[in-house]
């Protein structure tokens, strides 16, 4: 079983930018979280998206949204890129129901120069 | 809101020596989870614990749900260079769901041959 694919691996943008993460979950599996992970504030989770719907959010300003697509992989996007804003993107895979476990992706190192 | 309070922050021992470290929460998990993240990488699930007082074991990692189900621990037993890295907790933030889930501060481990 294919465990949870994000790409690209690494990202390196100016400030003001804008830039997209893709996560594809595994199989079967209906829920993405996205969580950001910085030095100073360790790991925080942004928003979650199930059947295709943002079903909980963070306290992330609205430059941090996203999306889920039919078969379930997901994308965010993070608008109008801040220097603050580098950091490791990592998703999290889950059936989506409660008590359950949560896989996560490799991770993508944002860079904002 | 739910804070994760993580103890002890970093420990430097040597290979083969025991390893205990413990997670509060300021109120009522249903979960706990148990992670492991190398440098650069997307955090690896452990051990899952989901009833209070429930002990489970993975090789020489043995993990506790505490019966106040506001803490929970982790042993590592007869450590090895490989157990180097950042080990988290997590519990479901809101609602119980384990696809919101909050970090602990980790607790940075260092294995000395």
Redesign the interface.
Known sequence: KAG?T?TPRYLIKTRGQQVTLSCSPISGHR?V?W?QQTPGQ????LF?Y?SETQ??K?NFPGRFSGRQFSNSRSEMNVSTLELGDSA?Y?C?S?S?F??????????T?LTVV | GQQLNQSPQSMFIQEGEDVSMNCTSSSIF??W?W?KQDP??????LI?L?KAGELTSNGRLTAQFGITRKDSFLNISASIPSDVGIY?C?G????????????G??TLLAVQP
């Open positions: 949870v994000q829920s979280s969580y360790g790991l925080q989770f979650e199930f079903r909980n963070g490791l990592l999290a889950s989506g409660r008590d359950t476990e949560a896989f996560f992706g490799q991770g190192r | 249903n979960t989870l992670y650069g990488e997307g955090p690896v699930l899952a989901y988290f997590a479901p933030g809101g609602g119980g769901a384990t696809n919101k889930l909050i970090f501060t980790g």
